[in-house]
């Protein structure tokens, strides 16, 4: 059998009257006569089953159910008197859940301080982080399973029925062996990087920068030598160290210092050949708890800048 529906009037009366333990104090209080009140406190006794006052002429005492309810009572009714600016606050945004996904370059650069930063801000809004690649955030953002996803992607990339907010743009580099050859060029030839087995990442997780990058081979006459593929972007440096190829990388990538391997951009002519590429926050829809978060990341990227990579002796102009 289900458990009796106790209004919450009834628990207000009964915490006014263990309080006082006193029915006409108590009726005072509560703005009320003292008949009404005894009546609710004998129907709450009943609806419980059980007695909640030792009453004589003289005195009212608390039973031991009484002193167990007490507590959880004044709980029940700090929350009730809680729930009207609860309810303000989620509409605003002051509180909530947010589920953000992210790639793991994001990881490697803006995206700790910006978790602190937001924390900081909206302490009441619960962040839950996913780390995933591109092609399950837009599944998830699809299914409504995630909020939002910071994603890698190419200039240029517009999805379909999601806003996008650019946040960073960067080149590629190559991450090769530092015991390959090229790491040791004072010139890096195009034509001699694209002869180089390709460590790279399937063209499901991200297919535009995968195609970027595959135009860059066609558009010279070559086509890219795969000799491994690999999800997680610290997967292919590792292969790299490893010796399997060279890949290309975000130059964000750089902060994943894996030993083994030297990072570096080609100069001059070359350089012009090689793709950007960006990342954005995408979502679908809209909560107040994800409002708060596009303002917020958005007044730190107004004006993206194209990070610079740090300058190597041997990125010579080819």
């Not at 946040?167 to 590629?172: D, H, S």
């Not at 580099?173 to 050859?181: Q, Y």
Request: charged letters at 20%; aromatic letters at 6%.
């Amino acid at each position: 059998m289900s458990e009796p529906l106790i209004e919450l009037r009834l628990w207000r009366q009964f915490t006014a009257v263990a309080e006082e333990l006193h029915f006409g104090r108590a009726a005072r209080r509560l703005h009320m006569t003292q008949p009404p009140l005894t009546q609710a406190i004998a129907q709450l006794e009943r609806l419980l089953g059980v007695r909640l006052f030792d009453r004589t002429k003289r005195s009212v005492a608390l039973t031991a159910a009484g002193e167990a309810l007490l507590p959880q009572a004044r709980e029940l009714l700090a929350r009730a008197q809680a729930l009207p600016s609860q309810a303000r606050a989620a509409a605003a945004g002051e509180i909530g859940r947010l589920r953000l996904a992210f790639v793991s370059t994001v990881g490697f650069t803006v995206l700790p301080a910006w978790v602190r930063a937001f924390r900081e801000e909206h302490p009441r809004v619960q962040l839950d982080l996913i780390e995933a690649t591109g092609d399950v955030q837009l599944q998830g953002l699809a299914q409504g399973d995630i909020d939002a996803g910071l994603l890698l992607h190419s200039p240029g990339f517009a999805p379909a029925g999601l806003e996008l907010l650019r946040v960073a743009r960067e080149p590629l580099v190559l991450a090769l062996p530092e015991s390959h050859a090229l790491a040791q060029a004072a010139r890096l030839p195009l034509a001699a990087v694209l002869g180089q087995p390709l460590v790279t990442f399937p063209r499901r997780i991200v297919p535009s920068l995968h195609d970027a990058i595959f135009a860059m081979y066609h558009a010279a006459g070559r086509e890219p030598q795969v000799v491994q593929e690999a999800i997680q972007m610290q997967t292919i440096v590792n292969l790299v160290s490893a010796g399997l190829g060279i890949a290309w990388v975000p130059d964000s990538v750089r902060q994943f210092q894996r030993g083994g391997v030297a990072y570096r951009q080609l100069g001059g002519k070359a350089a012009a050949s090689v793709p950007d590429c960006e990342t954005s926050l995408a979502w679908a829809g809209a909560t107040p708890a994800l409002e708060r978060f596009v303002a917020f990341v958005r007044g730190r990227v107004e004006k993206p800048v194209r990070a610079a990579a740090p300058a190597h002796p041997s990125a010579a102009p080819e």
